[in-house]
Each structure stands twice: as C-alpha cells, then as structure tokens.
C-alpha cells in the first residue's frame, strides 16, 4: 500500500452507511418487522429473559444443561441485532424493550463483576469450573459485543459497564500472573469481543487478556487436563476424546489446519486476526494467511459453508465434502464472513472479500427463511424428504420433510443470523487515508471523513440480480481522493467508465482504483458481466465427481423438486446446453432464475428390483426445461427434494 493509504485500514461503520432500497433493504427490514420480534419472543417464551431476574421458568435435565449454560449468548445477540438496527433505523419502542433487558442484565451482575444467569443460582460451586465445555467466557464474549454495538448506537453506555465490569473480573481471575488460572475459553469468541471492547474503551487491558487467551491456548501443562482432575475426572472422560474438537490440541501458532467445531474455530480465527492487526504480530498474520489458505481452498463447501461432519459439529480432513449430511452451520458461515472482513484489513486483498460475499449471501442467508421467522441450523447441499441431518439438538426434520423451524434447543443460529442482516453495512466499505474500498455492492449512500473534507458516495444498482452498478460523487468542492471498487472472483469481465469516457484500468488484488480529484456530480459506472456459469468440484472432491453447480454472480443456485419434478438425481444437464437467466417479478417479490434443458434418465422395465444388470434394463432419457433458484431461498415452498450439484453429460 502506497503512502496516500498509509493510514490504518479500518472498516466504514453502519452509521455511515444508508441503505435506501434493493435487496438488503428489504432483507433488514424483514429483520426489523419480524426477525426480531419474533427471537424477542422465543427468548420470552423460553425463559431466557426471566433468568436475569433469578427466575427460572423451565426445568431442563442434568445432561441437557450444557445448552442452559449458554443461554446469556443468546441475548447478547439479540442486543446485537437490537442496536444496529437503532443505529439506522430509531424506533423507541424498541429501545425501551432492549433498554428493559438491559436492566435486568445489570441486576444480575455479582459484587465481583461476575455475570451470568446459570451457576450463581443453580450450581454456584461451578463457577469457572469447567471453562472447556460450560460456555461462560462464550457468553462474556457475546454479551460484551452487544455491549459495545449498544454503546455504539444510543450512546447509552450503561451496559457497557455492567460488561467492562465483568470484563475487569475475568482479567482479575485469568492470566499468567501469579494467583491467577491460566484457563482460555473452550468455545473460543471472547477474543474477538475483547477487542472490540479494548477499540471502544481504549482500554489496553482488554488486547492484553485477548491476546493471552490466544497465547496460552493449548499450552503445557493442559490447563483442562488440570481443571479435570480438580472436578475429580479424567482427561480420558472427555466426550470429545481429543481437543482437536475446540482448537487446543496444540499451541495456537503451531497449528497448521483448520480443525474441529467450525464456528469455534472461525471465530478463533477471527480473533486471531484482530490480535495481530492490534498489535503487528507478523507471526500471527502468517499463521492467519495459512488458516485462512487451507480452510478456503480445501475444506469450504461451494456455498461457503464449513464443517461437514454432525459428529463434531465441524471439519473433518481435506476435499471431505458430502452433500445430504453436510453440517455446515449457520453460525460458521457467519464467523467465517466475520474472519473474511478482518483478513481484508489486516492483509488488504480482495480474496477475503470474495470469500466474505459468498458466505453471507449462500450458507448464511439460507439459514433464515424469507418470511423471516424460520431458521435452519444446518444447510446441506442435497436434501431429501425423509433425511433429517441437523443432528441432535437441532432437528427440522417436521412431517417427514427439510424444513426451517421457528426456534432450536440451541437457538444459537437465529440472533446470529438477525444481527449479521442488521449489520451489513459494516461490511460494504473500508477506508485508509486518502483511499476507499467498496466490497459490496447494493442501494445505499454512504458519508465519509476524507483529509478532513466531507464526501458522499451514492451507490446505485440491482445487485445480486444484475452487475450494473453506479456511483455518484457529491462534494462541496473538488477533493482528490482513490476509490478502489472490487471485481469479485467470479466476474471475468468487466467495464468502467468515468463521467462517461471509459477507462482501461486492470484489477490489482482484486480491486480497480481510481485515483484523481473528483468534483460535485462526477459518476462512476461499473459493469461486472454476471453470465450463468458452471462450476466445476476440484477432482479431490469425491463426492462431486461428475457433476456441475450452477452459479450467477455471487449467488448459487439449486434445483428443487416443486419447480423440476422428483428424483434429482437422475437428472443431467448437457455441456453443450445453453443457461439463460431471467428475472420472475413474481417468485418471492422478484428473484433471477436459470432454466436451461435436461435429461432425466428413467428404467421403463418398471422393476421393482434393486439392482438390474444393465443388459436387461431399458434405460431412457427425458428432456424437460429445468429451473433453478438461489441457493438461498430453498426450503420456502412445497416441501420435496433439492439438489445444487447436478450430473454433467
């Protein structure tokens, strides 16, 4: 980077940004009028809010109580969410409920600091007894990040104490000094809460306790081997077997993969790279480089999902990819555009923001549905009626079929998912010096602070459905200044113009800069040329060999079985077959869809025979016009089959 951006990188805020109509408008405000109202409720109805009042409304088994544990993270993102819509869209009323939770949240609060709804009235001898399985620094990490969103939007700093507080206790109980426990988090997030809260505050304290959880991770002596032994168990009792499960296995800067429980690990990640931006660790950032390298280019599912196995809830070994049991969280998808957006800033490449895209718009956004009151936990690539694998604590299996359900027993998926929507304005720009990026594309306006000089970019299109996009200068007087747009992966063409006249300029990681000083109403036009496209499985992948997913610009697309029959299996799309996009103003308020012709390959000796020899078998092959839809959107309408990888011929 060039001395006219030699200022630090830093995202663009949510604030900064409007976002006036298209797709994400909508998208925020189902979030607003329905998403979360409707996780306010469940949180009611479960006796999750109730709980920071000492009452408890529902009693839930010994051997189930691990979810009771995390019940506070919950509300943390639920907050989230809560702030950031405030942060663009005031609404008192909502403010008065969350500032109502807010109270509660502080009566609970212990004289040392300590917070947390479970082991001060059910079992107060477990107390940082067990940090490898019982979630209290998770919950630290969620409540302090809504905290700060809170803060960040009302200026209401009352819940930023009440979590800087219980920030100070964990620092006074954990650490390498003397007195202290060297304990880390078994599911890591704290780390990367911690330096949001140290950017706010300015308190350094913060980084340091961020940076020691990361250090003293999988250290010898195991400190969960020690806390073990002190419960009066066994290493060998552990239900995991191996601490491969929650990335301390090893010390965290001897890993080489991405391994275990994938949101675990993807929120670790995502803290390792908020550390080493902090503090200028160039270890670190080697270490995050390789991560990032092998979990994105061996173990990332197509839709950028993550985590294949329901056994550990994550990864499992390279090109290791099944469809119809594919895990591939909600939650991990979203660490993973978390981690891909912290990447960006502390290595600026547009590869992180590729990765960053695909995740929210495919395995995240399918996590919800599109009336915005139905989630799933899992999302495979491959379903079928009958099938069920969100595993156990998850089950959408409903009459036999897929489907998103209204609530889990580990809800962890539907606040996350709300507040991600409501946040994805701090993911659309970043900004160093002189220098602004834009990552994603959609309706909106945004302000910025340039050389002390105001400047308003208003940003023009119909992204995802089209790759139009256009931008309009508004400043007082000329200011010179880069704007540095990305062409994604997927786009292979592209054209630019400036004020009309076009411009022959090449994308350098992944991203075209216009350097010049720019003046009140100059426009900027960029075309991405958004074809359909087959995407081909790397032939490691075996569980691919063979066949295509269709993709269009940052969206996948699959087939279901109400728009293309039964037995997706047996259908082929020809090489030689040409893909057409349209768009149908009339399928969930307007979407593209792609129709192309295809074979399905039928046994018309109508036996019933499970296996034949192919000799006596007539097979024939029926063309029909497919249809296929975004990824995104499967699962909103009569249930049936889907697939998104289809048999090539």
């Known amino acids: 980077m060039d001395a006219k951006v030699a200022a630090r990188l830093a995202p663009v805020t949510l604030r900064q940004v409007a976002i006036r109509d298209g797709f ?6 189902v979030n607003r009028e329905i998403t979360i109202p409707a996780i306010y409720q469940k949180l009611e109805e479960t006796g999750r809010l109730a709980a920071w009042s000492g009452v408890r409304t529902h009693e839930i088994p010994r051997e189930r109580s691990v979810v009771h544990m995390f019940w ?102 954990f650490g390498s000094d003397d007195g202290k426990l060297r304990g880390y988090p078994g599911h890591p997030e704290i780390e990367l809460a911690l330096v949001k809260l140290y950017r706010e505050t300015g308190e350094k304290r913060y980084l340091k306790l961020a940076k020691y959880f990361i250090d003293e991770r999988g250290q010898a002596p195991h400190y969960y081997d020690w806390e073990a032994t002190e419960r009066g168990e066994s290493r060998d009792d552990y239900w995991a077997k191996t601490y491969r499960y929650c990335q301390a296995h090893a010390p965290v800067r001897e890993h080489t993969e991405a391994n275990g429980h994938s949101v675990r690990a993807c929120y670790l990640y995502a803290g390792i790279a908020d550390v080493a931006l902090e503090t200028d660790d160039a270890e670190l950032l080697r270490l995050s480089r390789l991560l990032w390298d092998d979990l994105t280019q061996q173990q990332m599912y197509v839709h950028g999902g993550v985590g294949p196995s329901h056994h550990n809830e994550g990864f499992t070994f390279a090109y290791d990819m099944p469809n119809e049991t594919a895990y591939c969280e909600t939650c991990a998808a979203i660490a993973l555009a978390f981690w891909g957006q912290r990447m960006f800033h502390l290595d600026p490449d547009g590869r992180y923001i590729d990765i960053m895209e695909r995740a929210i718009y495919n395995s995240s956004l399918s996590g919800i549905s599109h009336s915005g009151d139905e989630f799933f936990y899992a999302n495979p690539l491959t379903a079928y009626p009958g099938v069920n694998p969100q595993g156990r604590w998850h089950d959408t299996l409903e009459a036999g079929q897929y489907r998103r359900v209204p609530w889990f027993f580990c809800p962890c998926c539907p606040p996350n998912i709300s507040r991600l929507i409501a946040s994805i304005g701090d993911y659309s720009y970043s900004q160093a010096g002189e220098r602004v990026y834009v990552h994603l594309y959609h309706d909106n306006s945004v302000t910025l602070d340039v050389a002390g000089r105001a400047l308003e970019l208003k940003q023009s299109t119909q992204y995802p459905w089209n790759g139009a996009i256009s931008f309009a200068v508004q400043v007082d007087e000329p200011l010179p200044f880069e704007l540095a747009l990305r062409i994604p992966d997927w786009c292979y063409d592209f054209q630019l113009a400036v004020n009309g006249e076009a411009q022959s300029l090449l994308a350098e990681k992944g991203y075209v800069v216009l350097a010049r000083e720019w003046a009140a109403g100059d426009s900027v036009e960029l075309k991405l040329s958004m074809p359909v496209e087959r995407v081909l499985p790397h032939p490691n992948i075996r569980q691919t060999a063979g066949q295509i997913a269709l993709q269009r610009g940052p969206l996948l697309y699959c087939l279901e079985e109400t728009d293309n029959g039964p037995q997706l299996a047996n259908v082929q799309i020809p090489a030689e077959v040409k893909l057409e996009a349209a768009f149908d103003t009339a399928l969930f308020g307007g979407v593209s869809v792609i129709t192309g ?21 007539n097979i024939a092959d029926s063309r029909f016009t497919f249809r296929a839809i975004p990824y995104y959107l499967w699962a909103n309408r009569e249930p049936g089959e889907m697939r998104v990888w289809v048999r090539s011929c």
């Open 597 to 617: 012709e295809a074979l399905r390959s039928e046994r018309s000796d109508g036996s019933s025979a499970l296996y034949r020899h192919r000799s006596q078998v």
């Open 24 to 29: 994400w408008a909508e998208r925020q405000r």
């Open 72 to 173: 506070d993270s919950d509300t943390g993102k639920w907050l989230e969410a809560v702030a950031y819509s405030l942060s663009t869209h005031p609404d008192a009323a909502l403010k008065a409920q969350a500032d109502a939770v807010i109270a509660a949240i502080e009566s609970a609060q212990q004289e040392d600091g300590y917070l947390n709804t479970y082991f001060p009235l059910l079992e107060p001898a477990g107390r940082w007894a067990n940090l490898r399985d019982w979630h209290e620094l998770y919950n630290a990490g969620h409540l302090i990040e809504g905290a700060v969103a809170y803060m960040q939007a009302t200026g209401d700093g009352k819940l930023l104490e009440v979590l800087s507080r219980f920030a100070d206790c964990i620092d006074d109980t």
